[in-house]
């Protein structure tokens, strides 16, 4: 390979760098690492050879992903100078061969794992063939140095120089890298830096690559393309003269640039310079040139001009800037542009190069002018350009600003084709959504800007905004604000004018809008901004608020709102005052019948449509108050009235209300309310309710309640009215004797009636007695009437007995006198015998009547008898007797009883429904000792039934479960025609026998037995079925079972085998992952089957 005069002249400087050994006057040579010991015999070191393997266990062999890879290198004539094509060797897997003779590692050759260099005890002829296979751990064999680094290091007054030179290993190519790094002062505070290095082929390149059937799917071609020179040059000068300042870099590192691992080793003891190889290092291809001055005017007046190009094989990314400031004033310039071919933005070192990456195309100028004309003025201008190949958005902005007054003028205009606006950062986009919400609050702050409104900030291409601020301060107490903002899309525009007025006891509020009905865009604005604006599309509005504070309890509040369209309008005006005890309010309105915008205005509820689409064409007005100055008096009214002039109607409704409180037992209350509609000045329906009640708090717990309520209705041309008078009176009625007297009076216009008086009295003749008499009279004329007595006693017989009877007596205008009477006696009849019995009986006189029998008895406490002990025992007897004959009637009678340990229960009950069905059950039940010490348990449950009459059926279940050993268990169950909820029996006869078996700590042996008979559907089925389960892991169980089905369905018998496998693998606590497979053969026919299964269980 031929080499440039320069780099064979760099290489043999270095060569004799490498044997300088002594020091020449005010020059420093870095010590050179120690060369491998080539003269003397090779030791016998460990399995590494003395090694640090990162990547290998104890044994040698690779803790990473490993790739197997055969190679072949000729001969030198020497023992060193051979380089493998890899780094990151495994030990283990090492195997050398010269010729046909195989090597001993550590005997015959060494070999640094890391780099892969490689060195024999005997020199190899350069006819012989070294043949190396080895597994490498790829990512270890990038850039890795592949020979000792030397360096010389020299030292002028105030420049140092160093010389570097090695071999390294880059893209598994080797490379020769020599060059020198420079540290220059100039003048008493300047610099002057750089690098220069270049990187040349190493001879190593030349190792044939072999591939083997077991390497062949593995191994990689190296890029031999690759192999070329290149180099790495960088310059940074800083100088600094007088006030003036001047800085210029310069950096082009090759794209196939290999010696950055030299470049470190040269430089390691200077981590600033470490830190800016590994920069140099990842913008491999990249070139930059900038250059900048600044000069200080003086005090902080200064002038300033950088300017900065990035490039890589595509394209660029230019910067440029100026900035100059003055005593008062500022001016700040710059521009940047990046070429859409541009793309290598990751390799950038500059934190703002993924936001680049997203701008890619675009060209961004941002110009900035200030000035402080005085001590509290400020004034200024900026202005932003985004441009790419199909569009562009400009952005200016002024600003003034004096110690009572502030301006700010912002213009935006983004244009159609201009796509780029979601490409923005989110902190600009931010900016940008503050903007619109500045619109309609001046005082906005950026955290109100949600992620949905940066992410619809590119709805904006093809619209123009602009937007006027002021706000000055009148005096100390006094501010004026405007506002103004348009937004256009080149056919129409919103506009939007907005004043605020406001002082120590006042404020004003007046809003212009109109948006033209040729404005396209509404519907694409983003959320916010549509739910400002509506529908509002060709409508005009405006409003005006003010507000008055009188004193310091009482303010007056006027507003005023229009909304209009071409065809019609809208107006709204309302005035408030509130104050100590008196509120009221004045709302007027006027909407023209064509206006039908009701559902397009922006801002109103869903109520406040519905009320102005119903009052289309009409003028109303509506007044409510409300009084609470007078002592003991409260007042509220509220009326409303609203006229069409056009279909000739008039609407009105009110409501007053009036508490009148003279004393802490009195009240009064007036309450009249109602509406009408009328056509033509005659009443088309409408309602008049007016309510006077009186409330009086007597003494000793007495009360008065007293009203008169009339409501009349008008419907075309029927009137009524209904007029009810009512008093109550009462005594206290949580005293033992009370009474309760209230009558009402109920008179309709057309003669009906009805007067109801009701009078109830509750007495204690003595101790142990109480009397209830109550009248009740409903007289409604003709009409049914009925007036009834009713008397009712209760006497206590003894601490624990008591009686208790009632009657009544109701006779009518109709024929249907009735009475009713009942008894009642419950308690203790003896120490340990409870009863409680009901008759009730009712009906209309002359007529069968309808009686009821309720009776039950029970011991009051538990006893015992004939060797049984906690003995309960209780009857109930209930029978309906209707229309002279018997309805249903029901006997049940039990007694529970425990014998030694062990419960027993006899149970007897008969019934008979209203459709004289008759059911009779007698039934026996036992439950042994539960003492889980005990093997044997067992309980039996016997009820033989009759229905109608018919045949005794057998209601059986039967459990038992016996502990054999500690390893072995058993348990049977059987049951025939069992009961649901509702006491029906089932057709079904099932029996059950399982035996269990532990075979040890960790296996289980299961087997079962099974028979269910359906006599309805004439099936049954017979299951035996074995299991056998053990853990073969601690978290992982198997399961292996046998199955045999035979079942008779109708007549048609079925036999099946089956095979169950499945095993469970325990996650953790709450997780379980289960596999399982079942394969099942059929022996009448059937097809075999085979299913398989995956779950996953966990708990919640």
């Known amino acids: 390979m031929n080499y440039r005069p320069t780099h064979k002249l760099a290489m043999t400087l270095a060569a004799g760098a490498l044997m300088l050994s002594v020091r020449l006057g005010a020059f420093g040579q870095t010590p050179a690492p120690a060369p491998l010991d080539l003269t003397g015999k090779l030791e016998k070191p460990s399995l590494f050879a003395g090694q640090s393997l990162s990547y290998v266990d104890k044994n ?57 260099m490689l060195v024999f005890a005997e020199p190899v002829r350069r006819f012989d063939t070294v043949t190396v296979s080895y597994e490498y751990v790829e990512g270890l064999d990038g850039s890795r140095s592949v020979a000792p680094n030397s360096g010389l290091a020299m030292n002028f007054r105030g420049t140092s120089l160093n010389f570097g030179y090695g071999v390294s290993s880059f893209n598994g190519l080797d490379f020769n890298s020599y060059g020198l790094a420079m540290n220059s002062k100039v003048g008493s505070s300047g610099s002057l830096t750089g ?124 910067r440029q800037g100026m900035s100059l400031n003055l005593k008062g004033m500022s001016f700040q310039y710059s521009d940047l542009n990046i070429d859409k071919g541009f793309s290598a933005f990751k390799q950038l070192r500059e934190g703002e190069a993924g936001q680049w990456a997203r701008e890619r195309g675009i060209r961004r100028t941002t110009m900035s002018f200030g000035l402080t004309p005085g001590k509290d003025s400020t004034l200024g201008f900026g202005q932003t350009s985004l441009r790419d190949a199909a569009g562009a958005m400009t952005r200016q902005n002024i600003t003034l600003n004096t110690k009572t007054t502030q301006v700010a003028y912002s213009r935006r205009s983004a244009e159609g084709s201009f796509g780029r606006l979601n490409d923005l950062s ?20 950026a955290g109100e800007v949600t992620q949905q409104d940066r992410q619809q900030i590119g709805l904006d291409a093809g619209l123009d905004r602009s937007r006027l601020a002021m706000k000055t301060a009148l005096d100390k107490n006094t501010g004026l604000a405007f506002s103004q903002f348009t937004i256009g899309d080149g056919s129409g525009s919103i506009r939007r004018n907005t004043l605020a007025l406001s002082g120590k006891s006042f404020t004003l509020n007046y809003l212009d809008q109109n948006v033209d009905r040729d404005f396209a865009r509404l519907g694409n604005l983003s959320d916010f901004e549509r739910s400002q604006f509506g529908n509002e599309r060709g409508m005009r509005r405006s409003a005006l608020d003010m507000t008055l504070k009188l004193n310091g309890a009482s303010s ?30 004045l709302n007027l309105a006027s909407s023209d019948q064509a206006f039908a915008r009701a559902r397009d205005i922006a801002g109103l509820s869903d109520y406040d449509r519905k009320v102005i689409e119903e009052e289309r064409g009409f003028k109303r007005m509506d007044f409510a108050a409300d009084v609470t100055a007078l002592k003991g008096l409260s007042l509220q009214t509220y009326v409303y009235n609203a006229n069409n002039a056009t279909t000739d109607e008039t609407r009105n409704r009110y409501r007053h209300f009036a508490i009148f409180t003279p004393s802490r037992t009195s009240r009064i209350a007036l309450l009249n309310e109602g509406g009408s509609s009328a056509f033509g000045g005659a009443v088309a329906n409408g309602v008049d309710h007016t309510n006077i009640a009186l409330d009086q708090q007597l003494a000793r717990g007495m009360k008065l309640n007293a009203f008169t309520d009339t409501v009349q ?6 009137r009524s009215s209904v007029t009810t008078n009512f008093l109550h009176f009462e005594t206290d009625r949580s005293k033992a004797n009370n009474l309760m007297a209230e009558t009402k009076r109920i008179q309709h216009s057309d003669s009906r009636f009805e007067n109801t008086t009701q009078l109830d009295m509750n007495f204690r003749p003595a101790r142990n007695m109480s009397l209830r008499l109550n009248h009740l009279n409903v007289d409604r004329g003709s009409e049914p009437s009925a007036m009834t007595n009713a008397v009712e006693l209760g006497v206590q017989l003894s601490k624990t007995l008591s009686f208790s009877t009632a009657y009544s007596l109701t006779d009518t205008n109709n024929g249907t006198n009735a009475s009713a009477k009942s008894f009642s ?84 009950g008969g019934s008979l429904d209203p459709k004289n069905n008759s059911a009779v059950s007698r039934s026996f039940s036992f439950i042994s000792d539960r003492n889980e010490k005990l093997p044997l348990h067992f309980d039996i449950l016997y009820k033989a039934r009759n229905i109608n009459g018919g045949d005794v059926q057998l209601v059986r279940r039967y459990n038992l479960a016996l502990r054999v050993d500690k390893q072995t268990s058993m348990t049977y169950t059987y049951s025939s025609l069992p009961e649901d909820g509702a006491g029906k029996m089932q057709p079904l006869v099932s029996s059950a026998f399982a035996l269990n078996r532990s075979l040890g700590a960790d296996t289980k042996f299961a087997l079962n037995y099974t028979t ?31 199955s045999v089905d035979m079942s008779n369905l109708n007549g048609r018998d079925t036999n099946a085998h089956t095979l169950l496998l499945s095993l469970d693998r325990r996650i953790n606590a709450d997780n379980v992952l289960a596999f399982g497979a079942a394969y099942t053969k059929n022996m009448n026919g059937a097809a075999d089957d085979v299913k398989g299964t995956v779950e996953f269980k966990t708990r919640f």
């Open 426 to 445: 989110d902190a600009e986009k931010t900016e940008l959504a503050l903007d619109i919400r500045r619109q309609f609050n001046p005082n906005a702050a």
């Open 60 to 116: 040698g062999a690779a803790t990473r992903a490993s790739k197997p890879f055969l190679e072949s290198l000729r001969g030198n004539g020497t023992r060193a100078g051979y380089m493998l094509s890899h780094g990151g060797i495994v030990p283990a897997s090492v195997r050398v061969s010269v010729g046909a003779r195989s090597l001993r590692a550590n005997t015959d050759f060494s070999l640094d794992y890391n780099s892969g």
């Open 713 to 718: 209705t008008v419907a075309g041309d029927q």
């Open 556 to 585: 007056l509040a006027f507003n005023q709102a229009s909304f209009g369209d071409d065809s019609g309008r809208l107006t709204r005006q309302s005035i408030a005052y509130t104050g100590k005890g008196l509120n009221a309010r």
């Open 825 to 908: 006696l419950a308690g203790a009849l003896t120490s340990n015998l409870n009863l409680k019995g009901t008759y009730t009986e009712a009906g209309v006189v002359g007529r069968n009547r309808r009686a009821a029998s309720d009776i039950a008895i029970s011991n009051a406490k538990p006893f015992s008898f004939l060797g049984l002990r906690d003995t309960t025992m209780s009857f109930k007897y209930v029978a309906l007797n209707d229309q002279g004959r018997k309805n249903s009637e029901a006997v049940a009678g039990a007694m529970q009883a425990k014998l030694g340990n062990n419960q027993l229960a006899f149970e007897y």
């Open 1012 to 1042: 269910n008979v359906d006599m309805a559907k004439r099936t049954s089925v017979r299951k035996l079925g074995a299991m056998l389960q053990t853990k073969i892991a601690k978290l992982t169980a198997v399961q292996v079972g046998y």
């Open 195 to 318: 690098l220069m290095y270049f990187s040349t082929p190493a001879a190593s390149n030349g190792n044939v690559v072999g591939r083997t059937d077991t390497t062949r799917a593995g191994n990689q071609k190296r890029n031999e393309a690759a192999a070329k020179s290149d180099r790495l040059i960088t310059q940074n000068l800083n100088i600094k003269s007088g006030n003036a300042t001047v800085r210029a870099t310069f950096q082009d590192v090759g794209a196939a640039f290999g010696g950055f691992q030299a470049m470190r080793q040269s430089n390691a003891n200077n981590a600033s310079l470490l830190q800016e190889i590994a920069n140099l290092e990842k913008e491999r291809g990249i070139k930059r040139l900038g250059f900048g001055s600044s000069l200080n005017l003086g005090g902080q007046s200064a002038v300033g001009v950088d300017w900065d190009r990035i490039t890589d094989s595509t394209g660029d990314v230019t």
